[in-house]
């Protein structure tokens, strides 16, 4: 009966004008925010133990810092030998998600470990503990961690491929726009950087326009925190290469942020391409990985930053 009542009431505001606007806003933000890791709008999680590919092992929650949310799992195929490795970032508006989740891990890691690739995914500290520039250091610690121990994994440390998904698609690209930055932090170069629907490339121009809630929740009241948290403003030339994979489907548009952000790059000499994808938030993560054209859309882009990464990609899955 509860239930009844309040869905009524849901309506009941919905047709009211004055109210519409600013709810179906609520509504689209919570969406936006949970999507990514792989929850409903109940709070239900689609974290869970996955079938790894023939003979593959997972070293799960290898440190990189003292605080607990500084772990990463590292998925490690058979024989790996001088193997290239993809580094995942999850998701999840900047306070919540996991490294573990299926959405983030599953179809990825059946496709890529099954050819020999490592793959890592990362956790990192979260809001309100850490603003987003303190989830991009630790992203950068538990890079260089993983390229200081690829060797010992069986993995070539010299060929990683940056990876991250929505709110981990924005710190990526964060890292990406600008390299040097995290230098001081032992993070060495890599190949590449697939940018998997962000719609926070340009921080100033969300925050000074109308914009989801979650946005004050990461980037607060500050101006220059906006510029120095924002991938637009503190691009170089010096940037790694970098795929944008952005959602057509998405209400707040991020294939227009997008297509700025990757002019500007390519203004300053840095290859970088676009790939629009007529899916949801949700499925640019969860389908990575499965057969068809949006993966192989992002092999190709992989392909062309290493010959060794173009060798793998071409062996197929057991």
Known sequence: MKQIVH????????????????????????????????????????????????????????????????????????????????????GGGWRRGDKASNTVVENKVARWVARGFIFVSANYRLLPKADPLVQAG?????????????????????????????????????????????????????????VLDSAAMDVVQIMESGHYRLYDNAFGKDAAFW?????????????????????????????????????????LGVRAALSEQALTHKEINQQLGLPGAYTEAVERFMGTLDASVSSLLAVPGH
């Open 7 to 90: 869905i009524i009431l849901l309506f009941t505001v919905l047709n009211n004008a004055a109210y519409a606007g600013p709810l179906r806003e609520w509504l689209e933000g919570r969406k936006a925010e949970k999507q990514d890791t792989g929850q409903s709008l109940n709070g239900e999680s689609s974290s869970g133990a996955i079938t790894l590919p023939k003979d593959a092992r997972l070293l799960k929650d290898i440190a990189y810092g003292d605080a607990g949310e500084q772990r990463m799992d590292v998925y490690l195929p058979a024989h790996a030998e001088n193997a290239p490795v993809i580094f995942m970032v999850h």
């Open 138 to 194: 630790d992203v950068a610690r538990a890079l260089s961690a993983a390229q200081t121990r690829a060797a010992a994994w069986g993995g070539n440390p010299a060929k990683f491929i940056l990876m991250g998904h929505s709110a981990g698609a924005h710190l990526v690209a964060l890292l990406a726009a600008s390299p040097g930055s995290v230098e001081s932090l032992g993070v060495r170069p890599w190949l590449g950087t697939i």
């Open 227 to 267: 510029k120095s948290a924002s991938p637009f403003h503190v691009l170089t030339a010096d940037a790694t290469p970098m795929l944008l994979v952005c959602s057509t489907k998405r209400p707040d548009k991020p294939c227009e942020q997008a297509r700025v952000f990757a002019a500007k790059t390519v203004g």
